[in-house]
């Protein structure tokens, strides 16, 4: 008869479960408390914004000339504009403009920043040369100049992109040539603009992580069993390198956002009747000595904003650091 094997004491059932990368991350990120704070408040600013000009008594564009601009009561949480327009439907609604901006600006950022660095970073050489060249001259160029011109020569109601914008527009309303859909256009080439330019340090991040992973042997196995170009990119550099990547998109809405209050306060960006924190900022700082309640609520939620992703993005970047050990 053959005796039992012993149960060995501290043997696979006393074994330390082990943990992945990204739980270690969530791990340590949970531990950031002024990231997790900082997540918390812009959680709940988007779902003020999404939620408060639905569910408000009051209209972002109802004007009362008869009330005109009053300060914050029980009737109005955030006082009146100059036209009687609540103030707090307004700032919240511009909340889904800036929020919007800083999104979708950066998506089309983060998708031509990896694919032109991880381009560039993959294959090396002259290709490397060649687009590193270019992006070289796009830093040379202010960056500010470059979003005006797009503004100044693409935005206007009489340029060939509305033309086509108002072409689009046959396929799903009656009435294209209706001028209330010149904002809405407005806004799509701010999203265009900013995500355009905003790239170029995107790529050189991604360029530099490429350079750093493509010798490593998970690539040479890849590349031993028939993975394309696309595939080595795409499925396994660009994912192994998704850590920097990560923290400079969510540093990147806030300089987004940042940059399109400062059009909207040259009055590049967001027309009226449309809002956002940048033309609310801009259009209080004119009457700021006789209502300042238009400036302080519009720039207060813009600079809460900021502060919350900056805090955010370091905790990110702490916790993505492959540099730091198991607790």
Sequence with gaps: MVAANPVVPGSVDTLEKGSSLGRDALRRLAKNRAAVVAGVVLAALVLGCILVPSFSRWRYDQADLATGPTPPSWEHWMGTDY????????????????????????????????????????????????????????????FFIVVILLMVFFAGQEGPLFKGFKSILTLFVKHPEDPSYFPIFQILIVFAALGGISWLTMARIVRGQVIALRGQPFVEAARSIGAGHAALIFRHLLPNALGPIIVYTTLTIPEVMMTEAFLSFLGLGTQEPLSSWGLLAATGADSMDLYPWTLIFPALMLAISLFCFNFLGDGLRDALDPRIQKD
Aim: aromatic share 18%; net charge positive.
């Design 83 to 142: 036209f009687g327009r609540d103030l707090m439907a307004r700032v919240f609604f511009g909340g889904r403009i800036s929020f919007a901006v800083g999104l979708f600006a950066t998506l089309v950022s983060f998708f031509i920043g990896i694919t032109w660095g991880g381009v560039a970073g993959y294959f090396g050489g002259k290709i490397d040369a060649v687009l590193m060249r270019i992006v070289d001259v796009l830093y040379a160029i202010p």
